[in-house]
């Protein structure tokens, strides 16, 4: 499985991205998807996850009624709309995929920025 992310950039304090996690390969056996973040000299956290049937599992307390996450099988691709952002949102975003086996895959990653 491959996951490529995009639509990370700048954007000021309380204004909206959406990023979007596009997976390749074999992709039948993805189970749940989430997306992560990480800024420097912090640890990565989970922001949100949802699960093959499109059930949202969770969100991070900091992110909830800011941040939706979505799924469209029939694309293959996963999205994080991400609105009132905040400077603190700041990180890196990593889309994440686990398995049926529980194997997780990454994204490299892409970059949002919120300036204040």
């Known amino acids: 499985v491959q996951l490529v992310e995009s639509g990370g950039g700048l954007v000021q304090a309380g204004g909206s991205l959406r990023l979007s996690c596009a997976a390749s390969g074999s992709t039948f056996t993805i189970k749940a998807m989430g997306w992560y973040r990480q800024s420097p000299g912090k640890q990565r956290e989970l922001v949100a996850r949802i699960t093959s049937g499109g059930v949202i599992t969770n969100y991070a307390d900091s992110v909830k009624g800011r941040f939706t996450i979505s799924r469209d099988n029939a694309k293959n691709t996963m999205y994080l709309q991400m609105n009132s952002l905040k400077p603190e949102d700041t990180a890196v975003y990593y889309c994440?995929?686990?398995?049926?086996?529980?194997?997780?895959?990454w994204g490299q990653g892409t970059q949002v920025t919120v300036s204040s």
């Open positions: 994440n995929a686990v398995d049926g086996r529980h194997f997780g895959y």
